[in-house]
């Protein structure tokens, strides 16, 4: 998932598709006129749907950007062309002064199928294709290769800058790909479009543990007992060695660390996505801040008969084990803690954990 769900991505259509050249050379640029997608229009769509997953981000006002082009397209279809042209010599501006430019055609689609106005923007790289033709002389098939010129082609990496633009009436949800800056975007790109992100690395790292709690709160059950009791220290120590978590194989690597082969459950990774997605943070690559991952500090084992035992993790740690569970096969537990003396052991009219109580060793006010 990302921007939109799989149902969503499903319903969307091309109403409309516009393309023109633009390039590093004040030559290159070239507008053209309205396309016809009819026949090509599943191609197009597939590019869009892999666009949906990319980096949120949100515009900085409301005429920000390419906001009020877009907006001015969503309520009089007659202005699609003429703002596309606008929109492109924007884009050129900035893109023909920009590192790594390259020529290639920039596609505005307007597109349908959703109860708020969506486009998308596209700058595809002109990409070397061969093709070889058959030809038969003196009895023999020989091949001739030749080059093709301004091509599309499936490959991703063809995409150069892509963005899934959703409108709403506080302005509007994007989602964007940039195969330069895939942690972010180029500024130029960024001030084309008038956005930023929608998440700082702090705010994504609370929401990934977030969605990691969740669902690991609803397979408690079918976890294995050692993914239980360690996927938070698990969690800390992978976040340690990484700055980042991308989308696709990455969070699958990531998610192994943290659960160990229990993330091979079906079920589970598809709940940690659908958190993810509730959290708005699928699809996304989640810059980590490292400081809101804490080290587990406390063991905190709980009984069928509502008994609590929490102690200091460094116990666990301390290679001598104070406290010691002893598991039956039938799911019982006999809890042993070797200690060096009882301090506390009283009635109290407290609550299981403790909140209703004034805090031990404080004099009452």
Known sequence: MGLLDEDALDRISIQRMI????????????????????GFESFFLARIRETNVGNRFNFIGEDAGVRPSLRSVSEDSSKFVQRSKELTEVFQSGHKGAPLSSKGAFI?????????????????????????????????????????????????????????????????????????????????????????????????????????????????????????????RNLHEATRSRDAIEPGEDLNVFGAQVFGPFWQDDGFRKDVERELHRNRISGEVIE???????????????????????????????????VNVDRGPDGSATITIRTQGIIDDELSDESIDGSAAPARGRPRQ
Not at 19 to 38: K, R
Not at 126 to 155: I, P, S
Not at 290 to 318: F, G, H, M
């Open 288 to 322: 980590i801040d490292k400081a809101r991952v804490k080290s587990p500090q406390v063991r905190r084992l709980r009984t069928q008969e509502n008994i609590w035992v929490i102690y200091p993790k460094q116990l666990d740690d301390a290679g001598k084990a104070v």
């Open 19 to 38: 393309f023109h050249v633009v390039g590093p050379a004040d030559e290159d640029f070239q507008l053209m006129d309205e396309i016809d997608a009819a």
């Open 108 to 232: 505005v689609a307007q597109l349908g199928g959703l109860p708020t106005p969506a486009f998308a923007l596209i700058k595809f790289d002109d990409q070397k294709v061969l093709r070889y033709q058959q030809t038969t002389k003196d009895g023999r098939v020989r091949a001739k290769v030749t080059e093709v010129n301004n091509t599309f082609v499936e490959d991703r990496k063809a995409m150069q800058k892509s963005a899934l633009i959703v409108l709403d009436a506080k302005g509007g949800d994007l989602a964007v790909y940039d195969r330069a800056n895939k942690r972010n975007i180029t500024e130029y790109f960024k001030t084309f479009l008038g956005v930023k992100r929608l998440w700082t690395p702090s705010d994504a790292t609370d929401r990934l543990i977030k969605s990691l709690a969740a669902s690991a709160a609803v397979y408690r059950q079918s976890m294995p007992e050692d993914v239980k009791r360690n996927w938070r």
